[in-house]
Structure formats: structure tokens, C-alpha cells
């Protein structure tokens, strides 16, 4: 089986920008640069033919490249705790534009569709169970900005999770992705 998803790696620059800010938070499990990505689409676990099948069908995605920038942190919560720490990323309509086509042509080999609305973000940190204390890191840098970068393609992921985190290997890249 094949835990996948479809992302965007940033460019160098910025995960490095990005990575310089973190720390501060207790219990924080916080990225590592290898793990810095904008997902589009997670799909989760197939197996080899039905990975086989989502490799070509993201070959048909199409899209104008368009400019992104980092904008701003937040946090994700389950039942009231932050399990996630996160950088913003804006313009949010092409990104979601993105997302519904990937949906659509996961949807069209069979997989359930996202059911969650679609909010583009890095992921910075995760926390256990009992949550943490993100409100002084979120007032710190919720002005975050970051240089535009483009987006002009992107990466079929494979998500391998260990005992120290998740390992991402691309499976393919499609368009322009030049992640460096």
C-alpha cells in the first residue's frame, strides 16, 4: 500500500525563512526541511495499480502558473486542542482552483472526495494530545510575508511514517516543479 498526496514544495528560500522561525513552543514537533510542502490533495493509502492509475491522471492537470506568497499563522485544532501549527498561503483562489481539478480526478478513479474545506497552508508543527500554547508564536509573526514564488507545476508524494515523523519521497513531478 501507497499513503499519497499531491503537494507543492516551496523553494528553498523560503522553507529556510520559514524553518528560522520556529521554536518557542513547548511540545512543538516542528518540521523538518525535507517535510516543508503545500498539500493540494491528500489521498491517502492505494495500492500500486490504483497509485499507477493517479500517477497518469494528474499528467491531464492543467493550469496557468500564477505567483504565491506566505501570508500570515494559524493553528488547527481537534475538539478544542491545536494539533497543528501553520504558515498561510495566499492567493487562496487559483490554490483552490488547483485543489478542485486534483479532487475532481481523484473522484474520477474511485476515491472519496475532500471533505474538508480547502485552507492553503505549510505545516510548521504538530502537537500531541494534550495540545500547547501557540497564542504568543501566532501574535509574533502574524504579519509573516514571504517574496512571491510561482507556481508553475507540482509533486506526487509518498507519505511513509516512522517513529520519527512522516518521510516524503516523490513519486513524479508534473509541470514546471522546480523545488531546488
Given at each position: 500500500?501507497?499513503?499519497?498526496?499531491?503537494?507543492?514544495?516551496?523553494?528553498a528560500?523560503?522553507?529556510?525563512?520559514?524553518l528560522?522561525?520556529?521554536?518557542?513552543?513547548?511540545?512543538?514537533?516542528?518540521?523538518?526541511?525535507?517535510?516543508?510542502?503545500?498539500?493540494?490533495?491528500?489521498?491517502?493509502?492505494?495500492?500500486?495499480?490504483?497509485?499507477?492509475?493517479?500517477?497518469?491522471a494528474l499528467?491531464?492537470?492543467?493550469?496557468?502558473?500564477?505567483?504565491?506568497?506566505?501570508?500570515?499563522?494559524?493553528?488547527?485544532?481537534?475538539?478544542?486542542?491545536?494539533?497543528?501549527?501553520w504558515?498561510?498561503?495566499?492567493?487562496?483562489?487559483?490554490?483552490?482552483?488547483?485543489?478542485?481539478?486534483?479532487?475532481?480526478?481523484?473522484?474520477?478513479?474511485?476515491?472519496?472526495?475532500?471533505?474538508?474545506?480547502?485552507?492553503?497552508?505549510?505545516?510548521?508543527?504538530?502537537?500531541?494530545?494534550?495540545?500547547?500554547?501557540?497564542?504568543?508564536?501566532?501574535?509574533?509573526?502574524?504579519?509573516?510575508?514571504?517574496?512571491?514564488?510561482?507556481?508553475?507545476?507540482?509533486?506526487?508524494?509518498?507519505?511513509?511514517?516512522?517513529?520519527?515523523?512522516?518521510?516524503?519521497?516523490?513519486?513524479?513531478?508534473?509541470?514546471?516543479?522546480?523545488?531546488?
Amino acid at each position: 500500500m501507497h499513503r499519497l498526496f499531491v503537494a507543492i514544495r516551496p523553494p528553498a528560500s523560503l522553507r529556510a525563512r520559514l524553518l528560522a522561525l520556529m521554536g518557542g513552543v513547548p511540545g512543538a514537533r516542528w518540521q523538518c526541511d525535507d517535510q516543508l510542502h503545500l498539500t493540494l490533495r491528500f489521498i491517502g493509502q492505494v495500492d500500486r495499480h490504483r497509485a499507477a492509475d493517479i500517477a497518469d491522471a494528474l499528467r491531464t492537470i492543467r493550469f496557468a502558473p500564477f505567483d504565491a506568497n506566505v501570508s500570515g499563522v494559524g493553528a488547527f485544532d481537534r475538539r478544542g486542542v491545536i494539533d497543528t501549527l501553520w504558515a498561510g498561503v495566499q492567493p487562496r483562489d487559483p490554490l483552490a482552483g488547483l485543489h478542485r481539478k486534483l479532487d475532481r480526478a481523484c473522484v474520477a478513479l474511485g476515491l472519496p472526495p475532500e471533505e474538508r474545506a480547502y485552507l492553503p497552508h505549510i505545516t510548521l508543527a504538530r502537537f500531541g494530545r494534550t495540545g500547547a500554547l501557540v497564542d504568543p508564536f501566532l501574535a509574533a509573526h502574524a504579519a509573516l510575508t514571504s517574496p512571491p514564488f510561482t507556481i508553475n507545476g507540482f509533486a506526487l508524494f509518498e507519505s511513509q511514517l516512522g517513529r520519527d515523523g512522516a518521510r516524503y519521497h516523490v513519486i513524479e513531478h508534473y509541470g514546471r516543479h522546480d523545488p531546488d
